[in-house]
């Protein structure tokens, strides 16, 4: 059976931070990061305070030549996932596991597009509370990695992850279906991630308030739905297994969009309300909160360029 020795992880924000701390602490040298020149420079004279513990990473540049990784991790926004593709080229090779922790349902066949990787299993981040705020990233739960192959079997790549995963003390499940699991980790991005970066609310306004809670429950519907004519499965049992979820995370805590917003970066409308809205007019089901979603915060994107 395979086993994974070399990691190469692209993408340092609050995901690829909090299981790289984790990656770093058990492989050493055998973990790398790929960064471009400035990035290291900017890392290494700082660190990286992980829950106030500074980390420096095994840094690597995209142009340096080096043996293909056992395992390559994406923790990339999706906008980025094109030049990280570029970044990792050297760290690939025909044998790579790779794992990509995008949100949304269609980084992996971006990715397999661009190296035609068979290696590539089907995988998200769940239940994650990080904030990253500059060199800083905070959080009360690293949550869990889900993934699985497409079609379900326990290939030696799966076992291959979850000996890596069990040694290094990253919490995991092996989705029995994996497809349905990536449809309902979008539902939930495109419910409380876009809802909380309109309302610029931390999770504790949706524990507390069920009006705000109310409007991403209506959001996620729609995903519901348009997973009906997909095949993938979601049903309102889905939808209500995310109320306990987002009440274990800490009030203080923010997704990944809110952030975006409040440091004034691109979001992923695109692919949240964006993709919804491309589906909804592909199968003919209506998608007016998302539509609504999607103009808020295409708004609130282009705010950010007037003149101060």
């Known amino acids: 059976m395979k086993k994974i020795r070399k990691v190469t992880l692209v993408g340092l924000g609050a995901i690829g931070a909090a299981y790289g701390s984790l990656l770093h602490d058990s492989l050493a040298d055998s973990f790398q990061v790929v960064a471009n020149e400035e ?12 829950n ?56 992996e066949e971006e990715i397999y597009a661009a190296y035609h990787n068979e290696h590539i ?15 800083e990233v905070r959080f009360t739960t690293r949550g869990r990695i889900e993934y699985g192959e497409m079609d379900n079997t326990l290939s030696d790549d799966v076992h291959a992850v979850k000996e890596l995963f069990e040694e290094i003390g990253i919490n995991y499940e092996i989705s029995r279906n994996i497809s349905h699991t990536m449809w309902w980790k979008f539902m939930i991005n495109v419910g409380i991630n876009q809802t909380s970066a309109v309302l610029k609310a931390p999770y504790g306004v949706f524990q507390s308030l ?15 739905s348009l997973s009906e004519k997909t095949g993938t499965g979601l049903s309102e049992k889905d939808l209500k297994k995310f109320w306990p979820i987002i009440n274990n ?8 969009m809110l952030q975006d917003v409040e440091a004034g970066r691109k979001t992923e409308v695109e692919y949240f309300a964006g993709k919804v809205c491309e ?30």
């Open 52 to 107: 106030e513990q500074p980390y420096y990473f095994n840094y690597i540049t995209p142009e340096a030549k080096t043996e293909p990784a056992d395992l390559v991790i994406f923790a990339v926004k999706n906008a980025e996932l094109p030049q990280a593709i570029k970044d990792a080229r050297h760290h690939v090779g025909s044998d790579t596991i790779i794992l990509s922790l995008l949100n949304g349902i269609s980084s």
């Open 210 to 224: 069920p009006i705000a809670y109310e409007w991403v429950e209506s959001a996620m519907r729609e995903v519901v």
């Open 249 to 256: 995370l800490s009030p203080n805590g923010k997704t990944s």
């Open 39 to 50: 990035r290291i420079k900017r890392y290494q004279e700082k660190g990286i305070l992980i």
């Open 121 to 135: 299993l089907y995988s998200m981040s769940v239940e994650i509370d990080a904030v990253r705020a500059h060199n």
């Open 279 to 308: 589906l909804g007019k592909k199968y003919g089901v209506p998608t007016p909160i998302n539509e609504q979603l999607y103009k808020m915060i295409r708004i609130i994107e282009e705010m950010e360029k007037l003149p101060k």
